[in-house]
């Protein structure tokens, strides 16, 4: 069996991965907050532990593999968002108002990081939807000493917890040093956190022991992680900005509540997606969105994906046309030469390697290259499936209609040969040949070339042989400019 080494953030080595179980390997990420559309940051996540799902399955098998992703739909930045609506005179409740909003924004969410290609996760649990395990999780670390109430709050005791800040390596002290941690009056410790905080009549709330409240944002992944993976489990991850405090006090809390098990025995942290040096973020405001890319610049999620994988999940990395140009055009070579191609019956020997080591995505797509170099497009197709590229689904890849057959963006889906071998296309293309050899014959060199700009311009290749022109479609190519010559 291929062994899968990865990065522990918790140990800070490489080390070899052995399942809990194999017979169900687990996996936790921390998911969105949905309020508004995802970030190409936030995507980052997404595609890069998608391949590590994708990776865990091709070893263990799929059945035996359970990945959860959580969706925080209860947070203030939401309420705030449903209490401007209700200000702006939307005759919705409150209740009603955040439920649209957040359903919405889990809509776009799938809709973007399908598109992007990432297979759905086992699970995806709402954190309203689970109220009741974070009511008994808390319940049960106040019993157990480790958790406090002050004026309806619940706050988790830090200094109860001895290895709280070991996933970062620093002490409780150096953290709140270098930390903006909330100073509250109820607090016995600044750094203390919250577990359960009060609503007022305005806000979202759930009965509970202490009143009615809502909870804090980490006990949401700790109650959740629980349920559907239990006390122990293989990895969590999640991007790098959520190390502290967010899982200090996710682990905090869950080895308190259950020291039975150990929490999860691998972290992984991803690296952030920069913006000329400064993560990409929605509250800088440097931001553009996956939806932006994929329907206002027409950049196919394919493309976008192979992108992200482009660059190490551990370096930061940035978006650039350039990156974006390079991977369409290889995307669109390998797309012709896997068109009606059946898969191999395995992927790559080296391309499994380069992504059991660490995920070593870059050097995975490296070999990607040698073996599209040897047109070899059966084990192209099986190795590049392993990174999620090249997959039946054309997943976003869009030309404009055909002149003449209508308006809008004709998204494209089913087999690659819809693009590459559309008759439509090479119906018009032929003819379009055909009439500039006619000119030439007639020695109309000015009609010949005015057809051949023509073709070029709409993205045509065109290669002139002793047997006659051939034609191939370029990664630009756009039918729309088929138009008629003057
Ligand atoms: P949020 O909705 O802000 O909690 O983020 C959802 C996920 O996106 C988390 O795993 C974050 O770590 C990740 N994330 C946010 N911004 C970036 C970024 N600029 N680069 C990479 N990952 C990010
Ligand atoms: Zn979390």
């Not at 004026?151 to 709280?164: C, I, K, Q, W």
Request: with cysteine; charged share 25%.
């Amino acid at each position: 069996m291929t062994t899968i080494r990865l990065t522990n953030t918790k140990t800070r080595r490489k080390e070899a991965f052995t399942p809990i179980d194999p017979a169900n390997v687990r996996l936790y990420v921390c998911g969105p907050t949905v309020y508004d559309r995802a970030h190409l940051g936030n995507g980052r996540p997404v595609v890069v532990f998608d391949v590590l799902f994708r990776l865990l399955r091709h070893v263990y098998g799929p059945d035996h593999v359970t990945y959860v992703r959580n969706f925080t739909d209860v947070d203030d930045k939401i309420n705030a968002a449903a209490q401007a609506r209700k200000a702006a005179g939307d005759p919705r409740s409150l209740e009603e108002l955040i439920r649209a909003r957040t359903d919405e924004t889990i809509r776009w969410y799938h809709e973007d990081m399908d598109a992007l290609g990432a297979l759905r996760p086992t699970h995806e649990p709402r954190a309203t939807e689970w109220i009741g395990a974070m009511i008994a999780m808390i319940e049960d670390l106040v019993a157990k000493g480790h958790a406090y109430e002050r004026e309806g709050h619940v706050l988790f005791r830090v200094r109860s917890y001895r290895d709280y800040g070991a996933l970062s390596g620093r002490s409780v002290d150096d953290m709140i040093a270098g930390a903006r941690v909330e100073v509250a009056p109820f607090k016995e410790d600044p750094m203390d956190f919250v577990l359960w905080k009060p609503s007022d009549d305005e806000l979202p709330g759930w009965e509970s022991p202490w009143g009615r409240g809502r909870p804090g944002w980490h006990i949401e992944c700790s109650a959740m992680s629980y349920e559907l993976l239990g006390a122990s489990f293989d990895i969590h991850a999640g991007g790098i900005d959520l190390q502290f405090p967010h899982h200090e006090n996710e682990i905090a809390q869950s080895c308190c509540a259950h020291p039975e098990g150990g929490f999860a025995n691998v972290w992984m942290h991803n690296e952030m997606l920069l913006v000329n040096g400064k993560k990409m973020s929605k509250s800088l405001g440097n931001f553009f969105t996956i939806h932006d890319l994929r329907k206002d610049r027409g950049i196919p999620g394919e493309v976008i994906r192979m992108v992200l994988l482009g660059t190490h999940y551990s370096k930061p990395m940035d978006w650039t046309a350039e990156k974006a140009a390079q991977a369409k055009a290889t995307l669109w070579k390998w797309r012709k030469l896997t068109a009606d191609v059946e898969p191999a019956a395995s992927p790559d020997a080296a391309v499994l390697a380069a992504l059991a080591d660490d995920l070593n995505t870059p050097a995975a797509i490296t070999r990607l290259h040698s073996i599209a170099a040897q047109e070899d497009g059966a084990l192209l197709k099986a190795s590049a499936s392993l990174l999620g590229l090249l997959e039946d689904d054309l997943r976003g890849w869009t030309l404009p209609p055909v002149t003449g057959t209508g308006s809008g963006v004709m998204e494209v889906s089913g087999s690659a040969t819809a693009i590459v071998g559309n008759v439509q296309y090479r119906e018009t293309i032929e003819r379009l040949l055909d009439e500039r050899k006619q000119a030439r014959m007639g020695k109309d060199f000015r009609r010949s070339d005015a057809i051949r700009d023509l073709l070029v311009g709409a993205g045509v290749i065109i290669k002139d042989t002793p047997a006659g022109a051939e034609w191939d479609l370029g990664a630009d190519f756009d039918p729309a400019r088929l138009g008629e010559p003057e």
